[in-house]
């Protein structure tokens, strides 16, 4: 079999949303953003969670940090604190920002099922939710990159 790596219609060079998903959109990132910093500075063993210990958070708790400057998010029933992270992610602020101060799982796992939240967020996770979400948000809407 002979030809050129990768092929024209290989997933290293197609990348095609499936059929509930839109087109994934990917922004460029400032130098010292990229997942390789991200990786460093969450272990690094700098505070990005700005609380002691984890604990039961309520919605309503959550709804109040939904700025760029105070940014939390429930996923999978626990609750991160994104703030710092807003600048390193791949998709942009905005795409974070649609979750702000919400239950964004649905939105998560719309958009990209395959990641590992738990994982790429372990630094910033400040507690557990306390009640079913009442602030769930759908991956229809639109994020806004300008917020």
Known sequence: ??????????????????????????????????????????????????????????????????KRTDCWMVIAGKVYNVTHYLEYHPGGKGELMRAAGKDGSALFNDTHPWVNAESILRACMIGFCSEPSRRQTKAVEKSDDSA
């Open 1 to 66: 079999m002979s030809g050129t790596f990768p092929m024209r219609n290989s997933p290293q060079v197609l990348s095609v949303p499936g059929p509930n998903q839109r087109p994934r959109k990917k922004v460029a990132l400032k130098p010292g953003f990229s997942p390789l910093d991200w990786a460093r500075l969450s272990a690094s063993g700098k505070d990005l969670r700005g609380v002691t210990e984890l604990r039961l958070i309520t919605m309503d708790e959550v709804a109040l940090h939904n």
